[in-house]
């Protein structure tokens, strides 16, 4: 084809994309008509909602009546449950007359290099300064004496005024 052919001869340089334009709202509108009605994501969580829903108030209340009623756990054994609110009176009054007592063994630390620098962990425990003393000179450090005043650091030099002219 040269350029003094008649137009309806040429070919149109928009013809394919207009084909291509035409083929994808084709595509789009069929899988528009194709797609299922009625099932949508927010009906399946909804329903899903709903049923946990139910579950839960359905647990809840099973929970309720194993705290506030009394029951068997296990008739064979002669396991029986009873109302946490009784439960607790009947430990509170068990408790109470008992002679009090630690619950578990109280331990004294031994020093450490924490301890010898006149900072103990338990302040309660008595510190002995001489004992502090050869744990920190064990650990290479040099002696603290707690009730000695910490030393001021000398004045800096004032630097030197400039000279007037």
Known sequence: MNRNSPLSERRHPYLPGLWLAAGFLGLASLALLLRPVGVTPDT????????????????????LADVTTYGWVDQAKGVARIPVAQAMDLTIAKLRAQNPKPAYPITIIAGSAITAAAYPLYPEVPVDAGAMAAALAADGAAAVNPSAPAAKPAPAAKPASPEKK
Do not use: G, S, Y
Not at 46 to 63: G, I, V, Y
């Open 44 to 63: 399946i969580l909804e329903k899903a909602a709903m049923e946990r829903w139910e579950r839960l108030q359905k647990l809840k209340t099973n929970q």
